[in-house]
């Protein structure tokens, strides 16, 4: 599966922004998602993710209660809605998907991954 990731962009404190990741094929529907961010000379980092029917989410604690994953199977997308953004949430953002069952939170057991979208958020 190949994924698309796109809606970064700059904002300041306290703005919104909504990450969308299309993925090609008829098998979307088969994998659970996630995201991922990057900031450079640091480690990729789990933000969230989403079982294949859009059951269960998980999200890291930071992005708790400001942080929205979802998807549309129809669409052959997901998507993370991000309010409230902070200047710590600047980095590359990141869509995969999982071919095992499970919210996974490791980038290792994801299997697939779009091309990345800068989130900037300034003070």
């Known amino acids: 599966v190949q994924l698309q990731a796109s809606g970064g962009g700059q904002v300041q404190a306290g703005g919104s922004l909504k990450l969308s990741c299309v993925a090609s094929?008829?098998?979307?529907?088969?994998?659970?998602m996630g995201w991922f961010r990057q900031v450079l000379g640091r480690e990729r980092e789990f933000v969230a993710a989403?079982?294949?029917?859009?059951?269960?989410?998980d999200y890291t604690d930071s992005v708790k209660g400001r942080f929205t994953i979802s998807r549309d199977n129809a669409r052959n997308t997901v998507y993370l809605q991000m309010n409230n953004l902070q200047p710590e949430d600047t980095a590359v953002y990141y869509c995969?998907?999982?071919?095992?069952?499970?919210?996974?939170?490791?980038?290792?057991?994801?299997?697939?991954w779009g091309q990345g979208t800068q989130v900037t958020v300034s003070s």
């Open positions: 094929g008829r098998t979307f529907r088969s994998y659970d």
């Open positions: 989403i079982r294949w029917n859009g059951g269960s989410t």
């Open positions: 995969a998907a999982d071919r095992r069952q499970g919210l996974h939170t490791r980038d290792y057991e994801y299997d697939y």
